[in-house]
């Protein structure tokens, strides 16, 4: 008679530490997971990094062949004026180069711009990427804690059956 | 001329370099790995806890059960033993025997319950459902014994009464006879206002008393006395007389004979009653007048048997023969024994000359004047004889004549007269067994006894009184000792005042069979062979062999059908005489 209450008390203790011994592994596991996505999604952010350095060189090269081209181009033109006859300094290829120059600079104000722009799209895109890694810790976390509470709950679960099994069979007097 | 002139066409891509990686862990499986390897060893220890509950709960219901089969029995059997109690007020009251017991009963099988408080939830509820029909069962039992005890007292009550009325000479006044009948009629008065007594059942008790004690009283007082019956029918007349005013109590002729506790009874119950009782007391006189009659006629016989016993041994004595105070205890009536005790003692082994016995008995018949004339003269004769005629030595005793006499006695045509005429031929102990065998010729169970030994031992009293020579030695032999083995046992027995009961007196036939069946069967051999020597030597080719002592009438009939015609024509007579023998001995145990 005491063999089986006693088989009994302990098997059902047993079953509530091996439910939150696995759940605590549960909890390891979706942790781990969590770290893993999280650091992938990081590695998001140092690409948006790599890509805005990029971006801008390519810019700054972009800016720099542009202003050789329209510096050839305005050359060209005084050029042409000169082997026309035409006095370049004053009057209408003066005009001409000064409105090329104008054009020019707007050009370059809005690659500047719409660099800025793509930027500022980096550097949302690497807030993106930080506060998704930041969820999958933390989604990881609260699966982890969910999993722990869940081992928590069966080992309750099975100490308040044992409790009450010995409570039945009279085992506490 | 014109210098070429190279002009870059390439423009740096404005795309970004990398892209991102979104491939993700899902967590889920690695969660499921995990709880599945943690159910692994959950469900072990939840199979093992199943199964040990499961074995725990077939335990707990087992003893559970037994418990409460246990206690129902228990139960019964405290019903069983309280429902023959007798001390019927400390049952449910008093010392509460039955609520101690069920608590016994209780305290006892819960603890073999066990610990498991369901368990003894159910046994308690289980024990509870069981114990109520038992208690009312009981409860209705006991109140029964109640009741019955209660009536029983007022019966007892009433007994008492009648007892006491009962008594012809009981000293009671009319009045203390009414007053005694008030107190029991306020008993009965009291039992009815109490309850459980139904007054139409009880009637008037005080009436029904003095009935029954009436119907105790008048027999007693003249229930064997025929003219007191009649007197009390005189009596009971002029008391009717009183009561109508026929007569006047002061006329009343006679009533001073009568006790006055009968005349007051007579009085006091109704007059029809009164008058069937002394009528039945009539009859009843009338019958012990008739009975007693009868009695003394039945007891004059009974005499007469003793004193022709008696007889029998004063001419048959042997002066010299030795007597037991106990073989005359059996002869002679009570005064007369009275007077051998007075001289001799008490001790009925104490022995006495036959002289002295003769003398005795002489005296005894003498006293009582029974004997004729005849027999007076016979025994005055005897008695002044000086010498007895004398017996033949032990052992010497003619067996002729011993064995004719003792067919006789068997078949109870000796006589004493007889058995004297012959006392020359035979010795002493043949006479003396002779003799108590006619003493105790009519005794049924010894007859009987003796019948048993006689179909045993194929003896026949007619053939042994005749002397018939037909009759076997060996069957006369065994029968005259076994059955004068029982005879002298029974004689013994009774002279030493334990005479013996019809059980002892058939084991003792058959002891006796038993003893002399094998002496009689040799016998019976030695006769047998004797017979058929003589006849066989007449028969050629025939011996008394083995084989023909085994089967004679089979042998000899062979040996006939091997003969010729001739043969068997000339053998016939032979043969047939030789048959005639072998039959006499068949069905004898031989062959």
């Known amino acids: ?173 | 001329m014109q210098i070429p002139i190279y002009t870059t066409r390439v423009l740096a891509t404005s795309e970004a370099p990398g892209a991102r990686i979104t491939a993700r862990m899902n967590a889920q499986p690695f969660v499921q790995a995990a709880m599945q390897t943690g159910s692994v060893a959950t469900e072990l220890a939840n199979q093992v806890g199943e199964y040990a509950n499961m074995r725990y709960k077939m335990i707990v219901e087992t003893q559970k059960n037994e418990a409460i089969f246990s206690a129902k029995e228990a139960l019964m059997g405290l019903s069983s033993t309280l429902e023959q109690s007798t001390d019927v007020a400390n049952i449910f009251d008093g010392e509460n025997k039955y609520d101690e017991g069920v608590n016994g009963v209780f305290n006892e099988l819960r603890a073999r319950v066990g610990k498991n408080k369901y368990a003894l939830q159910d046994f308690d509820s289980s024990f509870r459902q069981m114990e109520i029909p038992i208690k009312f069962r009981l409860r209705e039992v006991v109140d029964l014994k109640i009741e019955k005890r209660r009536q029983a007292a007022l019966l007892a009550l009433e007994n008492q009464q009648v007892s006491t009325l009962s008594d012809p000479n009981l000293d009671m006044t009319r009045d203390e006879l009414a007053m005694s009948q008030a107190g029991l009629q306020n008993a009965h008065d009291q039992a009815v206002a109490n309850g459980g007594v139904n007054p139409e059942i009880m009637g008037n008790v005080s009436q029904k008393v003095l009935i029954r004690a009436l119907k105790n009283l008048i027999p007693a007082y003249a229930g064997d006395d025929l003219s007191l019956a009649f007197g009390l029918s005189s009596l009971l007349d002029q008391i009717d007389r009183v009561e109508s005013g026929d007569l006047r109590p002061q006329d009343m002729v006679g009533i001073e004979h009568f006790p006055s506790h009968v005349v007051n009874m007579l009085q006091a119950v109704p007059a029809e009653e009164a008058k069937k009782v002394v009528q039945d007391t009539i009859k009843m006189a009338a019958t012990f007048f008739n009975a007693a009659e009868k009695l003394e006629g039945e007891r004059e016989e009974e005499r007469n048997k003793s004193n022709v016993k008696a007889y029998n041994f004063v001419i048959s004595l042997d002066k010299d023969e030795k007597v037991t105070l106990g073989t005359l205890k059996n002869i002679l009536d009570y005064d007369d024994m009275k007077r051998v005790y007075e001289t001799f003692g008490s001790d009925l082994s104490t022995e006495v000359f036959g002289s002295t016995a003769q003398r005795i008995l002489f005296d005894g018949l003498t006293r009582q004047m029974w004997a004729s004339p005849e027999q007076q003269a016979k025994m005055e004769k005897v008695l002044s004889s000086d010498t007895d005629l004398v017996f033949r030595d032990p052992g010497n005793g003619d067996g002729a004549t011993y064995s004719m006499l003792n067919g006789m006695a068997t078949q109870g045509t000796l006589t004493v007269d007889e058995l004297n005429l012959n006392k020359a031929k035979l010795s002493l102990d043949q006479h003396t067994g002779l003799r108590n065998k006619i003493a105790t010729s009519g005794n049924a169970f010894v007859t009987r006894a003796t019948n048993i030994i006689k179909r045993r031992f194929n003896y026949d009293a007619q053939q042994a009184a005749n002397n018939d020579s037909n009759l076997a030695a060996a069957s006369k032999a065994a029968f005259e000792a076994a059955d004068g083995a029982l005879q002298e046992e029974f004689f013994n027995r009774r002279a030493e005042g334990k005479p013996m009961t019809s059980k002892e007196i058939l084991a003792y036939a058959k002891e006796q069979i038993k003893e002399y069946e094998g002496i009689y069967l040799e016998q019976l051999k030695e006769n047998f062979s004797e017979d058929l020597t003589s006849k066989l030597r007449a028969l050629d080719g025939i011996d008394f062999n083995a084989e023909f002592q085994a089967d004679p009438l089979a042998v000899l009939d062979r040996w006939y059908d091997g003969l010729t015609a001739t043969q068997q024509s000339d053998l016939e007579s032979k043969y047939f005489s030789a048959k005639a023998n072998i039959r006499k001995y068949a069905n004898k145990g031989l062959f």
């Not at chain 1, 500047?112 to 810790?137: C, G, H, K, P, Y």
């Not at chain 1, 990881?140 to 722990?148: K, P």
């Open chain 1, 1 to 173: 008679m005491a063999l089986f209450e006693m088989l009994t008390l302990g098997a059902t203790i047993a079953g509530g530490l091996s439910a939150k011994s696995a759940a605590n592994d549960a909890a390891a596991a979706a942790q781990r997971v969590g770290e893993f996505n999280a650091e992938l999604i990081e590695r998001d952010v140092g690409l948006l990094e790599r890509q805005r350095e990029i971006i801008n060189r390519n810019a700054v090269t972009q800016e720099r062949v542009e202003r050789f081209r329209f510096a050839e181009s305005q050359g060209s033109v005084v050029n042409q004026y000169s082997g026309a006859g035409i006095d370049v300094s004053v009057g209408t290829p003066l005009s001409v180069l000064r409105q090329n120059a104008r054009e020019f600079e707007f050009d370059q104000a809005n690659i500047d711009f719409n660099n800025q722009v793509t930027n500022q799209q980096i550097n949302d895109q690497q807030e993106n990427a930080r506060l998704s890694a930041e969820l999958s810790r933390m989604e990881g976390g609260a699966t982890a804690a969910g999993l722990r509470a869940q081992g928590t709950t069966s080992l309750l679960s099975s100490v308040g059956s044992a409790a009450r099994f010995g409570y039945g069979a009279g085992m506490f007097g």
